[in-house]
């Protein structure tokens, strides 16, 4: 008999109930300062990330090898026979590959480890859809087979207040930074099929870039149905008026709302509104 175990790392942004629900085993990447480190979505919450910037941009870390290496013998004892694990973008970090070295210390038990080539809920979508497979006892093969399917009808996009985070922390990728920030141009980004950033389109204004990503939202969904998620991180105001338009679109046959991990935060800065959409 087959026991398959769903883990996935703390930028996923699931919120406790659908960890719960799907009985997923969350590997926590880390907020280092100076002085101090802090467990992402554990002991630190995204606005104290925010409101610290001004005194120190703290960096991040991976999940530490100990604690891949613990999880998986724990799910060994507990009797797991297959474990899918669903990343955060290799793209963006080096938590797919941190998994991957740690299974090889474990042949006994057969690994999926999947790289979602996004991040928070584009990542945290896959995660759902595979825990409803695993509850509806799909088995591992068939699911192992799904996961690249899931992963094509889900698209992010995000904009930010300001890039500099994300230079700074050197995750810009294929985004085009200053020069638009003089003049205001705000870029909609998203992931391409390398799993990085990119420039999906630019728009004047912090404002008109947020109704953008409600036009992208009715032009994916044109025709079909789908799942949304509406994110911030630092700004939930104004996502939460997004959030409002969004859940009355027609073809929106679930709308989700979230705050961003705070290890994304790190990167981002406050101030971001994102989007994720899922095409049934």
């Known amino acids: 008999m087959e026991k398959i175990a769903l883990v996935a790392d703390s930028t996923c942004d699931l919120n406790k109930e659908e960890i719960e629900k799907y009985d997923v085993q969350i590997l926590p990447l880390k907020i280092v300062y100076k002085d101090r480190e802090y467990t992402d979505r554990v002991d630190i919450k995204p606005q104290e990330v925010y409101d610290n910037m001004k005194k120190e941009v703290p960096t991040t870390s991976l999940p530490s090898m100990e604690e891949i290496d613990s999880l998986f013998s724990r799910l060994k004892k507990e009797g797991y026979t297959h474990i899918i694990a669903i990343t955060i973008s290799s793209g963006l970090s080096g938590t797919n590959n941190s998994i991957r070295i740690v299974s090889e210390r474990h042949p006994e038990l057969n690994f999926e480890i999947f790289d979602s080539k996004a991040l928070s809920l584009g990542a945290g979508a896959i995660v759902m859809e595979c825990g409803e497979m695993i509850k509806e006892d799909k088995g591992f093969d068939y699911i192992v087979k799904q996961l690249p399917i899931i992963r094509e009808k889900i698209k992010v996009f995000y904009v930010l207040d300001t890039l500099k985070y994300l ?30 950033y990119y420039t999906y389109t630019k728009v004047r ?76």
């Not at 947020?210 to 799942?227: A, C, M, P, Q, S």
């Not at 989700?256 to 705070?262: A, K, L, N, R, T």
Request: glycine share 16%; hydrophobic share 35%.
């Open 167 to 196: 230079m700074k922390g050197g995750r810009i990728g294929k985004v085009s930074g200053s020069i638009g920030e003089l003049l205001n141009l705000k870029p909609i980004i998203s992931i391409n099929s390398e799993g990085i």
């Open 205 to 280: 204004g912090r404002k008109k870039s947020i109704n953008k990503l409600y036009e992208i939202i009715k032009e994916t969904l044109e025709g079909k149905t789908g799942k949304t998620w509406v994110l911030h991180g630092g700004a939930k105001e104004e996502a939460q008026e997004l959030y409002e338009k969004v859940k009355n679109i027609p073809n929106t046959i679930r709308a989700g709302f979230s705050d961003i991990s705070p290890v994304a935060g790190v990167h981002t800065g406050p101030g971001l509104i994102g989007i994720t959409i899922m095409k049934k």
